[in-house]
């Protein structure tokens, strides 16, 4: 017994080793590559010195970011900014999702797929069509009411604060919701709710006593996304504040980085702002998820039996519908129309459509290049970021490796940069290492950097869905005789699979339309698609811009298709 | 017969003048020519040329169409975008010893600050081979450079500058014949002014006003409460939605569209106090160590012919420097142009201010 117990325990601990050993690669590689642009990003903030001149480092730069006039306002209007949008986005995605994911809504899949399309959209141009709407003086919208005989001034103003959170509500910050949480709610037990539905409770209660809190981890997730990212965003701001006096903390930033010369040290002093939030942010979710259970998915059997809204369903079946047209349609329709202007939004000069537009970009001998660019950048970066990060989710989730919560942490750290600063930390980073020279100047460099930019959206929604998966599953299937591989692919990998498709879309979508990242590590020969985008909005090319704009919204738009499809062909199915 | 011989002296010394003149000149048109294929040549073998140029895919088009049906084999790798942005680049990747770019092309400010002040530039001198583009005589005034030492740069565009604009509806340019017009209370408000905190045609605009009207009319402009923006476009529709009335920093190029368009958007006449002269963008400079040197010398003389100049002309509407190109055949500014003919034709070379920006 004991001769053969023996080698037993050589081989696991060889195993066990083995998978140590890659834990702590996996380990030291996602730490260089987060923690060195963090780094250096806190060392220039020390830096003084113009390019080509000799270091000198101090405090200059801080002095000046937290001393600038109107700082103070610009922080209190960010923090009341993004918590008035992410407030309303929350509630409406986590009952948007449930309704699309959960109950007997019709169309849910094309709903859902709306809501997407939503979030592919670029902001600016979505943001002019708004204006077009809303704008106090010559917008449509109040335009028509106020022929009303009881209304006698414009009842909208886009360029206000609740203007610009309808503007980002609108674009992006529901859609991103929907996007995150369906795959959660999709993943649940409906015995759960059946069993609250019996003991009395409505389907509202149900939701909010039974379902919320279950998803917690999700909807937790989905929140530090969404505060951090609006943190960040500028487009809108800089569109609909900045003219009537709303600086944010973003605008300020962008304001040092595009200055002649760029003034990179109070920048980056500023966005250290970023890194502390995140710190608090992350706490507070381990204060709230902390060592509770979260499984929805066990060996008992699945029950995915949808919720009936009964005589709800009709008028709640309609106020979806609307708020699908409201952020997709409309800004769709000003999308297209924007292509075939003459002045993106001018509606009175005299013939004000053309072809132009179409003909010019598409005869641009570097669109095929940049599409092709775009293509190889985007899928290689979600094939490879989905391997990864999945990897990376399981290590934290799955093991009981030492480091898993440094590792998580890590995973959330490329978020502590703002992404108009990501950019340059990860040229300094990519130059300052040997192993990376060689690629400089090639499309691999932009997938890096893709890799590292999604890291906390990835690696955070597999692991929010990895977390409602109970062990019974991969146990039974090793008891069966099964390895841990052929486990991993037969239990694993089907029960995420929507969660990996929509990783995979997200990093696609993130890729395609990524600007601040590739900006300066793109050459002549690996421009993407959104950077001939950049360079006609640079040039005030608004209308070829738009057009890009639509050609990057078509892309995504099949890439969507083609992975809702596959999510429904290969993951769980009812 | 004294006087026959004399003529027949003459005649013979003359011809025998022009031909040693026409030898030596052929000679040394032919060394030129052999230089040149030899540097073509030699590009071909590196295969292709990185330039940085200003944010227009108009220019990215036609430079890359031109170029390469000229010189097959080289390919020309255009990256237009915000000067900043490429100094950033190019001078971390100087410091880090990758050497991706040969030339950049843009404005005075970041050239001074940034590309000779960092020290990461090459003599030009050296990279002038076509006798048409080494000539001085081909320039109007002659080769000129914006660095102090004349050596770095190379500035192939000069015009007078016309970047006070105004929406014909909302303001006549009757009302505005003076720089003082602008502080008439009634434009409160109505001012929109390309930022002229950072280096580019606003700062140009506040630099040649502190110069010339003094530091107490800025200070009374600025009660005007000045609408600044660093996103020309923005200021473009602002004054065509006649949110403004007058912008100042912003050119023909940023307002085509909108001319094309019809919209009743037009450039001042020259203020009674008269303007300034400036290189737009049109100036350039070579990356010290560039990684295709004979690739480098291809396009920087081809640049700086006449074809290449009238591309250019063409594209950016900023006119070149050599005699032989005609900018009025594109600019839109002809007012501008024909006044730059006029000055031309006086040759008042030396009280042209392009040098005493700096």
Not at chain 1, 232 to 247: D, K, M, R, S, T
Not at chain 2, 104 to 111: E, N
Not at chain 2, 336 to 342: D, E, G, L, S, V
């Amino acid at each position: 017994m004991d001769r053969t117990a023996a080698p037993e325990r050589v081989i696991f601990q060889e195993k066990l080793n083995g998978s140590l050993l890659l834990m702590s690669l996996l380990l030291g590689i996602v730490a260089f590559v987060v923690l060195v642009p963090l780094f250096l990003m806190i060392l220039n903030s020390f830096q003084l010195s113009k390019p080509g001149e000799p270091m000198i480092y101090g405090l200059q730069g801080w002095r000046e970011a937290f001393s600038s006039p109107g700082i103070l306002s610009a922080i209190h209007n960010t923090f009341s900014l993004a918590l008035a949008r992410q407030f309303i986005a929350l509630i409406l995605g986590i009952v948007l999702a449930w309704l699309l994911a959960r109950t007997d809504i019709p169309l849910s899949g094309p709903l859902e797929f709306m809501f997407w399309l939503s979030f592919f959209l670029p902001a600016l141009p979505v943001t002019i069509g708004w204006i077009l709407l809303l704008d106090p003086k010559f917008g449509l919208v109040n335009q028509w009411l106020l022929k009303l005989p009881f209304i006698s001034e414009p009842p909208f103003n886009i360029y206000s604060f609740w203007g610009i959170v309808w503007a980002h509500l609108a674009s992006s910050t529901i859609g991103v919701k929907v996007l995150l949480l369906a795959p959660a709610f999709r993943n649940m037990d409906a015995a759960l709710e059946e069993s609250s539905r019996v003991s009395g409770a409505s389907a509202v209660g149900t939701l909010i006593r039974i379902i919320i809190p279950v998803m917690m981890p999700a909807i937790l997730v989905a929140t530090i996304l969404g505060l951090i990212r609006s943190l960040e965003a500028f487009e809108i701001e800089l569109v609909l504040g900045v003219p009537v006096g709303i600086q944010v903390f973003s605008t300020k930033i962008l304001d040092l980085v595009i200055a002649e010369p760029s003034e990179y040290p109070p920048a980056m002093a500023l966005s250290s702002t970023f890194l502390a939030v995140l710190l608090v942010l992350l706490c507070f979710q381990r204060v709230v998820v902390g060592r509770k259970e979260f499984t929805t998915v066990t060996g008992r059997g699945f029950n995915l039996r949808r919720t009936a809204l009964g005589r709800w369903k009709n008028f709640v079946f309609v106020l979806v519908v609307l708020l699908a047209l409201i952020v997709t349609v409309v800004p769709t329709i000003f999308l297209a129309l924007g292509t075939f202007m003459k002045l993106f939004g001018f509606f009175d000069v005299s013939d004000p459509w053309t072809l132009n537009n179409w003909r010019q970009v598409l005869q641009d001998p570097v669109i095929v290049r940049s599409l092709w660019n775009t293509l190889v950048v985007a899928l290689g970066s979600a094939m490879v970021g989905v391997f990864l990060y999945s990897l990376i989710a399981y290590v934290i989730v799955k093991t009981s490796f030492t480091f898993r919560g440094v590792l998580d942490f890590l995973s959330w750290v490329p978020w502590s940069i703002p992404g108009i600063l990501l950019g340059i930390a990860l040229l300094w980073t990519f130059l300052g290492t040997r192993i990376f020279i060689p690629l400089y100047g090639s499309v691999y460099i932009l997938m890096i950097a893709m890799i590292i930019k999604s890291m906390p959206i990835g690696t955070q929604v597999i692991k929010s869905v990895m977390l409602q998966l109970g062990r019974e599953l991969e146990e039974a299937s090793i008891v069966s005789g099964a390895s841990w591989f052929s486990t991993y692919r037969r239990i694993l990998v089907p029960l995420l699979f929507p969660a990996l498709v929509t990783v995979g879309l997200l990093v696609f979508i993130s890729a395609v339309r990524d600007i601040s990242t590739v900006v300066l590590l793109a050459t002549g020969e690996t421009r993407t698609l959104s950077l001939l985008m950049l360079e006609f909005a640079t040039e005030g090319q608004f209308e070829k811009a738009t057009v890009m704009g639509v050609l990057i919204v078509v892309f995504v738009g099949t890439a969507a298709l083609i992975a809702r499809s596959l999510g429904g062909r290969v993951g769980m199915r009812e | 017969m004294v006087r026959s011989y004399k003529r027949h002296k003459m005649v013979v010394c003359v011809t025998a003048a022009a031909i040693l003149f026409l030898g030596f000149s052929q000679k040394s048109w032919g060394a030129s020519q052999d230089k040149w294929k030899e540097v073509v040549e030699a590009g071909k073998k590196e295969g292709k040329v990185v330039v940085s140029i200003p944010a227009s895919s108009e220019l990215r088009k036609q430079l890359e169409e031109v170029f390469e049906q000229r010189f097959p084999g080289i390919n020309l790798e255009l990256f237009p975008g915000t000067a900043s942005k490429m100094l950033r680049r190019i001078s971390d990747e100087f410091q880090a010893g990758v050497r991706y770019f040969d030339i950049h092309i843009g404005g005075a400010g970041s050239m001074i600050t940034g590309f000779v002040g960092g020290n990461i530039v090459d003599p030009i001198e050296p990279n002038l081979v076509l006798p048409e583009v080494k000539e001085p005589k081909n320039w109007w005034g002659g080769h000129m450079a914006i660095d102090k030492e004349k050596r770095f740069t190379y500035t192939f565009s000069a015009f007078l500058v016309s970047n006070f604009w105004h929406n014909t509806k909302s303001a006549s340019a009757e009302e505005l014949r003076s720089y003082d017009d602008l502080l008439n209370p009634k434009w409160k408000g109505k001012i929109g002014w390309y930022d002229p905190r950072q280096p580019g045609a606003g700062a140009q605009a506040w630099e040649f006003l502190w110069k010339h009207k003094g530091e107490d009319y800025l200070k009374r402009l600025v009660t005007q409460d000045l609408q600044l923006s660093r996103n020309p476009r923005v200021l473009a529709e602002s004054l065509a939605r006649e949110k403004l009335a007058v912008t100042i920093g912003i050119n023909y190029y940023g307002f085509r569209s909108f001319v094309e368009a019809g919209m009743p958007l037009k450039a001042l006449p020259i203020f009674k106090e008269g303007t300034y002269g400036t290189a737009g963008s049109g100036i350039l400079a070579i990356i010290k160590n560039h990684p295709h040197p004979n690739a480098t010398k291809v396009f920087v003389n081809w640049l700086l012919s006449k074809e290449g100049q009238e591309v250019w002309t063409k594209e950016v509407s900023q006119p070149s420097r050599r005699w032989d190109v005609d900018g009025t055949r594109w600019s839109r500014s002809r007012q501008i142009m024909r006044q730059r003919r006029t000055r031309r034709r006086k040759a008042r070379v030396a009280s042209y201010p392009i040098e005493a920006e700096y």
